[in-house]
């Protein structure tokens, strides 16, 4: 059975850190709901200004985390979901601006989430200033606060939930190259993971507050992800793919309609999983010590319908890496295994590519 709680609100102070303490409560799923009332200094306020504001999210409980970009987060929510839901704001100088999303734990791994049940779980963020927001600076109204809120099983799973490790990387776009435009990720853990989210930003509309964001498609303009060190030869999962086709397939995979994908501009989701039967086959296993390399060419020419965008300062594609494990995983040193479903070690690792 689960059921769904509240938890603690935190007004909004600006530059303010918050920290919000969850316990007695086996988490499947953190829900989000931020609503800010926002003047701004120098035109419309835009579509995503409550994620702007809210900057990096956290959440730790010995050894597990969620450290990322509220944005990142937000638009792993909307492919799970479905759709580009609850992110608004209207269409003059003052309004309010609102997003609502979670951390959907069980719906990626079945039997993944948080037990804080005996330790606690925090979930804390600092609120961004206005002067990040736009470069005219918006003012942020009293009333404005987040409000956190989770879906609950009764008891945790036998043996204790699959926990989230999910961190965000970064590849630098400042200049126009292919080699040069990658990011190791490494494994300090046997993981299971659905796959990565991509966020592409031009530093420039960063803080223009006319524009619907950041993201722009004419960052990037084809995508490399190879594994290596899993037991087996390198693979190449996904293989020098144009940017325009993953985010055609993004929005196939989830079920977007043509307006989801443009207010989804700049997002690219790619999944990784195993061609296995098992509960787990919807996630690829990582094995300690392995690792992947992300590579973005933004040196080949932008797509037709997609405008280059001149690499400068700041240019960037950031990645949401929402990985899993079990704790008895962390801290392992010498060889790691993964158990499939009959708990049996494995070693083998036959992944999907795109």
């Known amino acids: 059975m689960e059921t769904l709680r509240k938890f603690e609100e935190k007004a909004w102070s600006d530059n303010g850190d918050f920290e919000v303490e969850i316990k007695d409560a086996a988490l499947g799923e953190l829900l989000f709901a931020f609503d800010a009332a926002v003047t701004s200094g120098s035109g419309t306020v835009a579509q995503d200004a409550a994620l702007k504001l809210l900057g990096t999210l956290e959440v730790n409980q010995n050894g597990s985390r969620v ?14 979901e479905g759709g580009i839901r609850e992110l608004t704001a209207g269409s003059s100088a003052t309004d309010t601006a609102t997003c609502r999303f979670g951390m959907p734990f069980q719906r990626m791994i079945p039997g993944a ?7 606690v779980v925090s979930f804390k963020g600092r609120f961004r200033d206005g002067a990040y927001y736009s470069s005219g600076g918006v003012t942020v109204g009293t009333g404005s606060r987040i409000r956190p809120a989770a879906t609950t099983m009764l008891t945790a799973p036998e043996g204790g939930p699959r926990e989230p490790d999910w ?4 590849v630098k776009l400042e200049s126009a190259s292919v080699s040069a ?8 853990a046997d993981y299971l993971m659905p796959g990565l989210l991509l966020m592409a930003v031009d530093a420039n509309g960063d803080i223009a ?5 950041a993201r722009d498609d004419g960052v990037a303009h084809r995508v490399t992800v190879e594994l290596f060190g899993n037991g087996r030869a390198p693979l190449r999962l996904v293989d020098d793919i144009p940017w325009g086709v993953l985010r055609a397939e993004t929005a196939r995979r989830a079920g977007w309609t043509d307006a989801d994908q443009t207010a989804a501009e700049g997002i690219v989701w790619l999944p990784l999983f195993e061609r296995q039967g098992g509960r787990n086959a919807d996630a690829l296993r990582l ?7 992300v590579t973005i060419d933004n040196a080949s020419g932008a797509e037709n319908g ?5 690499p400068g300062a700041g240019d ?3 990645i949401l890496v929402p990985r899993f494990f079990n704790r008895g995983d962390l801290g392992q040193t010498g060889s790691a295994t993964v158990r499939g479903a009959n708990g049996r070690a494995r070693r083998s690792n036959r992944s999907r590519n795109i």
Do not use: C, M, P, W
Not at 67 to 80: F, G, H, I, T
Not at 167 to 170: D, K, P, R, S
């Open 287 to 293: 094995l300690q010590g392995s690792h992947l390399t």
């Open 113 to 119: 989430g948080l037990d804080a049940s005996s330790k």
């Open 167 to 170: 961190i965000q990387e970064t």
């Open 306 to 310: 997609f405008t280059a965008v001149t």
């Open 316 to 318: 960037r594609v950031d």
């Open 67 to 80: 450290q990322a970009d509220a944005r990142l987060l937000y638009y792993l929510s909307a492919v799970y």
């Open 209 to 213: 507050a006319t524009d619907a964001s």
């Open 181 to 188: 435009n990658s990011r190791k990720i490494e494994n300090r």
